[in-house]
């Protein structure tokens, strides 16, 4: 069979790309929104309550990013090898443990509430300010969670174009909601928090009656091969599912999530040290490591089409043997990846005035962005995204235990010796000097996942 062309990827990367970004996108516009809903002080203050409760949620909701990704992973393998029945266990076992998921997470942000945004630097009257939001974008990861399943499903039976529509509606929400909260009307922060329990509805509400509806009615190779297949079930077959394939599909299920809830672990304390370190400084660091967080993320989350397209056609290659396809594909999104950064880093380098102030125009915020950390930001964005774009190709390879040892070997060996340096040593505070180590720790990846990937090939092929 042959692989995908380049115009054949960019037609499936495209839907995928608006998919990831859709979300991330929508909160950096809910950001500028926030900036501007106020004007001086209260302006910065608001980014900074803002800030810390979106790091909050970021962090935990981070911690089980599992549950879309080794989802789509064993989905689409399941596919490449026609094992409809396998399918079903899995589907299965990701809702149950995206139900139990958000309960504990809920539950633990609501006990630590107080102290943990006392922790990120917020003053009581701040914390008083970020009360009622902090509980209602709690409550609402349980929405989140499932809806996760519901992407990884749909992703793996190739219908990427129903799931881009429906991130599309969850953001419009947001976006709209938000925009006539802050900007017509005026109001608290804590309307914010309805807004995402209404938008993370929808898609819950649109993604699961698609996941139960869609059947891969086109073979997952239509991109390469187009041709028929017979409509299968999702979640059952003509044989009935036993309780020792429920079990065994549930083992393997909770080791893949295990190692990539480990590597997730480093990923979002790397991040959410970022906050917490910022907060120590002052609330207009806080405020501009929001800012710089949401630019860094719209980056990685364009990336993650290229590389749910790698995952969703990658882990059938793999289900069938299809080595060389494999490769044919990796070199293509590959290419894409280095692209964007490169579009991305230049439109960042050419307008950074412009660009900021679309978020604030606080002279305190500003200076923190221009003390060396946009130019970080400008620089590490080809690197940045070929990290994300090399994670969807693990991911069709199945290599979640690399992923966990890679992430960890640079969060306890680089990120972390740099900033104790920071924060205890030698080096100024500053917040350039908090993301050099985490931009630290995102170069290592890169260098991981080149070495590992290659490696992987080679030992196929040969």
């Known amino acids: 069979m042959a692989p995908p062309s380049l115009r054949q990827v960019l037609l499936l990367s495209l839907p995928a790309m608006v998919n990831q970004a859709a979300g991330p996108l929508s909160i950096l516009i809910e950001t500028a929104f926030v900036g501007h809903s106020a004007n001086g002080v209260a302006s910065q203050h608001r980014l900074a309550v803002y800030g810390a409760v979106q790091a909050t949620i970021t962090f935990s909701s981070g911690l089980f990013t599992f549950l879309l990704s080794v989802t789509l992973a064993q989905v689409s393998k399941a596919i490449g090898r026609s094992e409809w029945k396998a399918i079903g266990n899995k589907v299965q076992t990701a809702i149950v443990v995206a139900m139990l998921s958000s309960a504990l997470c809920c539950g633990l942000l609501l006990m630590v509430q107080d102290p943990l945004l006392q922790f990120l630097g917020l003053s009581s009257e701040l914390r008083t300010l970020a009360e009622g939001y902090y509980t209602l974008r709690a409550a609402s990861l349980s929405l989140m969670f499932l809806y996760r399943v519901a992407q ?26 938000a925009y ?85 672990i480093v990923l979002q304390l790397a991040v959410y040290g970022l906050t917490i370190a910022a907060g120590q400084l002052d609330p207009a660091a806080l405020a501009a490591n929001q800012i710089a967080a949401q630019l860094w993320a719209v980056t990685s989350y364009l990336c993650d ?100 040892n890679i992430v960890a070997l640079g969060g306890f060996g680089v990120y972390l010796p740099v900033m104790l340096l920071t924060l205890i040593g030698p080096v100024p505070t500053t917040l350039l000097a908090i993301w050099i180590g985490y931009a630290g720790l995102t170069t290592l990846r890169f260098a991981g996942a080149i070495w590992q990937f290659g490696k992987l090939l080679e030992k196929a092929s040969g």
């Open 305 to 404: 089409g290229f590389a749910d397209v790698g995952t969703m056609l990658g882990g059938a290659m793999v289900g069938r043997g299809e080595w060389q396809d494999l490769r044919r594909l990796a070199q293509l999104i590959i290419q894409c990846g280095i692209v964007t950064g490169l579009v991305v880093g230049v439109t960042l380098g050419l307008a950074p005035d412009s660009i900021q102030h679309l978020f604030t125009h606080d002279t305190a915020t500003l200076q923190h962005l221009n003390q060396g950390l946009w130019w970080l930001l400008v620089g590490m964005q080809p690197i940045n995204s070929l990290v994300f774009v090399y994670d969807g190709l693990l991911y069709a390879v199945q290599a979640f235990a690399f992923k966990r």
């Open 152 to 177: 990884g499903v749909l992703t793996g039976f190739g219908q990427i174009t129903a799931v881009c529509a429906v991130s599309c509606i969850g953001a419009a929400v947001e976006t709209l909601g």
């Open 180 to 264: 006539l909260c802050l900007s017509i009307y005026h109001t608290e922060l804590q309307t914010l928090g309805y807004i995402s329990i209404a938008s993370y509805g929808s898609m819950v509400l649109i993604g699961g009656a698609l996941a139960f509806k869609l059947r891969p009615s086109l073979d997952i190779n239509l991109c390469c091969s187009p041709r028929k297949a017979e409509q299968q079930p999702l979640l059952q077959d003509d044989t009935p599912s036993t309780s020792s394939s429920y079990d065994m599909a549930l083992r393997e299920y909770l080791r893949a999530a295990g190692n990539i809830a480990l590597r997730s």
